[in-house]
């Protein structure tokens, strides 16, 4: 491959990954849309003494990252008054998919793996080099 096609190649993959994380975005954003409205039409029985709501929404919590296995994504989780809300899809403290935490030990071990496989493939050639000094 020349250096054009190494350009358009690597032009596909970053848009290709743009596009995958707008998707994961955009679907997490309505899942926990969904969820507030939902947990929300559960406690819709709930009134003050004049009758009105006591659950309702309040805008949303400050942006975070999140690590998943496309990238960083940022996200704003609605928040809820009146009531405490607990996402089951975006619990408050995380900051990680579980797919990346389950990544980390497996490429720490395949790295591990390859440093060992590296070593015993030098050793065979010392091995390989000695034995044609010797002979």
């Known amino acids: 491959m020349n250096n054009t096609d190494d350009l358009i190649l690597s032009d ?11 998707g994961a975005k955009k679907m997490l954003h309505y899942a926990i849309e969904n969820e507030v ?13 004049q009758g009105r709501s ?12 999140i690590q998943t296995g496309v990238g960083n994504i940022s996200i ?4 809820v008054r009146g009531e ?4 089951a899809i975006l619990p408050r403290y ?7 935490n389950t990544l980390i030990p497996a490429l720490y071990l395949m790295n591990m793996t390859l440093k060992y496989m590296e070593f015993k493939d030098v050793e065979q050639r010392i091995r390989k080099l000695e034995d044609t000094i010797t002979e």
């Not at 596909?12 to 707008?22: A, G, M, P, R």
């Open 76 to 79: 704003k989780k609605p928040r």
């Open 54 to 65: 006591t659950v309702k929404r309040n805008g949303y919590l400050p942006e975070r990252q």
């Open 84 to 87: 405490y809300f607990t996402s």
């Open 94 to 100: 995380l900051r990680r998919t579980p797919s990346i």
């Open 12 to 22: 596909f993959q970053t848009s290709l990954e743009d596009i995958l994380k707008q």
């Open 37 to 49: 409205d939902e947990f929300i039409k559960s406690k819709k029985h709930l009134k003050d003494e």
